[in-house]
């Protein structure tokens, strides 16, 4: 009696499920849902929705996890399906029928802020999901106020997650009016403090040690909007908030470093100081590289390679200007600098990104080669001009190629964008 009771109880169950989404999917035809889940799809649900999520939790008891289970085997087909709207409302249920079950929140955060985002072809649609995924952690972190776990991986979407497409940072900053990095570090440090009232002394000093990372990376955030004081003073803050003798030291030679760069970045491209201090510039920050092997590079690397940039910018202006030894012989300095720069030791962390940079550049001075080539035949329009074919096919490969390494090839698109057009 009891099997055909549990049996009946389970059935009950299903059918439940399936309601839901039946109603889910006629009420997501009304144009005002769909305005409701544009807006905030976590405060918004439709009252059907949640009086089913709330009638399930009272009463399926011991069954619950029944249900939780089937619910997480329908999402993951509806996810293979491409159907998000739908597994965006599992999700939600499930987070409701266990919403104090932190991993639930942490892993469906991460389903929607990696690997739908992931799915989406244009920045736009992976913001969406991105934003939604974000939400819903807070949401999660709204029911577990006190779990410093939540707030651990929050932060660590903003660290990783966001960085890796420009767009997404522009959001973010848009949104919260903050970069991505000083709302990581943040909640970094939020996190070691509900670790720290949780005796969780291993998981809190890595949040402190995430924290410190966060503010470095902002610190070479504000470098990039030419902000050379508020970077100092950014970098000043994290000696004083470091105990370790050995990064103090590396935060005072980057400071010095940032201060030469300060003045050569006021240089103007005519000026005659403008080669030798940029390459003073460019040997300190080599100095820098190979003397910390303890520095996160990334930062540095993409600081040096605007400055190199700069001589990209110098030797079209030669070309346009038909000065076209002087824009060989910059290119060519381009070439020596990014060799120089280069780590020595094969093992250096910083080593294959120069090394790659090197076989970009070399490719540019081809293609620079082969303009200045065409221009001395006598080619003046370029977007017309059938023997400017090849040089045009050539720069949209070197585009399309380079780009999977998010070098900043601004000049390069700009150039190849002027010859096509």
Known sequence: ??????????????????????????????????QMMTGNPFHTLPPAEYLGTYIATMALGG???????????????????????????????IARLHPHFVQVWSFNGYHMIYNIAF????????????????????????????????TQWIAFFYYHRIPQDIYLMEMVEKLEGRDTYVIAGKLYQESANLYERENERGQARLSRIMFFACRFLHGFEELKKDRFDEAIQELERLIDYTKDEKEKERLRDL???????????KINREDAQFVPQTRK?????????????GYDFRPINNRVEVILTRFISQGYEYIDRGEYDLSFQTTKLLLEETKNIT???DNHPARLYYLTLF??????????????????SGIQDFHTD???ETLRTLYERYIKKHSRWHWQLSQERARYNQLKN
């Open 359 to 376: 076989d970009r550049f070399e490719e540019l001075s081809a293609l620079i080669g082969m303009e200045i080539k065409l221009r001395k």
């Open 63 to 93: 069954f619950k996890p029944l249900v939780v289970d089937y619910l997480w085997m329908k999402q993951d087909k509806l996810h293979e399906e491409k159907q998000y709207e739908e597994v965006l409302l599992i999700l939600n249920i």
């Open 386 to 388: 059938e023997r400017a």
């Open 343 to 345: 780590p020595n030791v």
């Open 119 to 150: 799915q989406e072809k244009t920045s736009q649609d992976k913001w969406k999901w991105v934003k939604i995924g974000l939400e819903y952690i807070r949401e999660g972190m709204k029911h577990n106020p006190d779990n410093p776990y939540l």
């Open 281 to 293: 510039l460019l040997k300190h920050y080599g100095e820098l590289t190979n003397k910390h092997l």
């Open 255 to 265: 400071i010095e470093v940032i201060k030469l760069d300060n003045i050569v970045t």
């Open 1 to 34: 009696m009891c099997m055909k009771k549990a049996g009946l109880i389970i059935v009950v169950v299903v059918v439940f499920v399936i309601v839901q989404l039946f109603l889910k999917s006629y009420i997501s035809r009304k144009s005002e849902y769909r």
